[in-house]
């Protein structure tokens, strides 16, 4: 049988390729006739590419605006950067509705403002260590940043809880 419909195929004739357009009112185009529709000069008139984003990022109020008294703005971390074990807390938003995490740092410079953490399964384990736990945790964290709207998101690769000494 298969032999048979392998010799039916080989020996027939080759017939045009043709597109069937979606309408069944117009007629079929061959595939030349297609080609040459998307090669005429024009065509890519029609899609513009995007453009690139000038200037620099918007910077959001929170970012800039440092809670010590007498410090300085702070800049946004280029996106693609990567944070190595920085310790610091989770703390939810002002809004309540993502969590962050708020860095170490030396008390009188604040040099690293707090990240948007996006969610992940590395997120979903620290809410549930703090769930358990009957205090506030530090945990030392490594991610990669990401950059939106001003301010500095980070999506987690390692969490370690830190044991209080």
Do not use: H
Request: net charge positive; aromatic share 4%.
């Amino acid at each position: 049988m298969r032999k048979a419909l392998l010799t039916v195929l080989l020996l027939a004739p080759a017939a045009p390729l043709t597109v069937w357009a979606q309408s069944p009112a117009t007629q079929p185009q061959s595939a030349s006739d297609v080609l040459n529709e998307m090669l005429k000069p024009g065509a890519a008139d029609k899609v513009k590419p995007l453009q690139p984003i000038t200037g620099g990022p918007k910077v959001d109020a929170t970012t800039v605006n440092p809670v010590a008294p007498n410090g300085r703005p702070q800049t946004l971390l280029r996106e693609g950067s990567y944070v190595v074990d920085k310790t610091g807390r989770m703390t939810k938003s002002a809004d309540g509705l993502n969590w962050e995490f708020t860095f170490e740092t030396d008390q009188s410079n604040m040099q690293d403002p707090p990240v948007v953490l996006l969610p992940c399964l590395k997120l979903m384990m620290m809410q549930d260590q703090l769930k358990s736990a009957s205090r506030d945790l530090r945990f030392r964290v490594t991610g990669m940043v990401t950059e939106y709207m001003g301010r500095n998101y980070l999506l987690l690769d390692k969490v370690v809880v830190v044991s209080d000494q």
